[in-house]
């Protein structure tokens, strides 16, 4: 498990802004890729099988209309993540989507600074036709990426990117006009729905007998929160789900916002609150800058799966948490 240091703390605050605690709206409609536009004040048609995200917030041209869409961008380190941008209107708006994910010019100065990165290779040609809920993906011109874990990012990014779209189920993916097996030994996705991000261990993922949860963490640098896929026996109610959060991860370039040593004593939701009664080793958050506001906001990103919670409050041994931090 990652301790948090006090070097990274402060980094850690720009994370605190950017991400807000939100469902989040697909776009689509019907049979074709070009969904209902909507003003600036507005979104798409929600695909309800989406899961939350983070939202970064455009500013799009003043009068356009625009279509806020979740895309599946790379971390820096290589673990994806959703983004939801405020995508300017035109036909052909899921092909839009996929486009922003080319590693150009363009898209590399847009997005650099933020720490995501597209996954697509620079001069592809992406050619999309969706019929009846399936989605086909030609990646036309696509140059060879350079492993097959790349290869599999990619794959993720745009399935998960079109089947947060209304009316896409799921997605094969063509590279030049072939189907099969990538360079890199791949098998080309057929048919494909949702695919879990980030997933910690793959033993478990296919034993069948595990149940798969959502954690939040930061990454290093502190500038993006990463869901990580775990998957954990048991029943996956608020307290497993809390337990595992507070435990931390040991998947590279992440960090846990919870002292050492920290224990979930019970968890329990009321009102939109939820009440985190934690261990004594919990009260040593205090002690580093910016912390205890990075532990609230991955718990209450962890905890949106089970309803709406606008609100944490930590209680050490069933007191109360305070510091001279919230002073």
């Known amino acids: 498990m990652k301790k948090y240091n006090k070097t990274s703390a402060m980094s850690v605050l720009a994370f605190l802004m950017l991400f807000l605690i ?8 019907g049979n074709t890729d070009s969904p209902e536009p909507v003003g600036t004040d507005g979104a798409c048609t929600a695909n309800p099988t989406g899961s939350p995200a983070p939202i970064v917030t455009e500013s799009p041209s003043p009068g356009g209309r625009t279509c806020m869409a979740t895309i599946y961008f790379s971390s820096d380190e290589g673990y994806l993540l959703p983004v939801t941008l405020a995508i300017p ?7 839009a989507c996929l486009n922003k994910l080319i590693k150009n010019d363009s898209n590399r100065l ?3 600074q933020r720490g995501i990165v597209g996954v697509i290779p620079d001069g592809t040609t992406i050619e ?4 009846d809920g399936h989605a086909t993906v030609n990646l036309a011109g696509i140059t060879r990426l350079a492993s097959a874990e790349e290869e599999q990012r990619m794959f993720t990014a745009i399935i998960n990117t079109l089947t947060r779209f209304g009316s896409i189920d799921d997605v094969t993916i063509l590279m030049n006009g072939q189907a099969g097996t990538t360079p890199n030994g791949n098998p080309l996705p057929v048919q ?3 695919v879990r991000l980030n997933v910690e261990d793959s033993d478990i993922a296919t034993s069948g007998n595990a149940e798969a949860v959502t954690l939040y963490f930061p990454n290093s640098a502190g500038s993006l929160a990463i869901p990580i896929t775990r998957y954990i026996s048991g029943d996956a109610d608020l307290y497993a789900l809390m337990s595992n959060l507070v435990s931390g ?6 960090v846990n916002c919870f002292p050492e040593g920290t224990m979930v004593l019970g968890a329990v939701i009321d009102n939109g609150i939820l009440m985190l009664n934690l261990s004594s080793d919990f009260a040593s958050v205090g002690d580093t800058p910016g912390l205890l506001e990075l532990a609230k906001e991955t718990v209450l990103l962890t905890v949106q799966e089970y309803g709406a919670v606008d609100e944490v409050t930590f209680l050490v041994n069933g007191v109360e948490y305070s510091s001279s931090a919230e002073e």
Do not use: H
């Open 128 to 131: 999309l036709n969706i019929r």
């Open 22 to 29: 939100l469902f989040i709206y697909g776009c689509g409609n």
């Open 110 to 112: 847009e997005f650099q």
């Open 89 to 95: 209107w035109e036909e052909g708006i899921a092909r």
């Open 192 to 194: 494909q729905g949702e």
């Open 249 to 254: 991860t040991e998947l590279p370039n992440l």
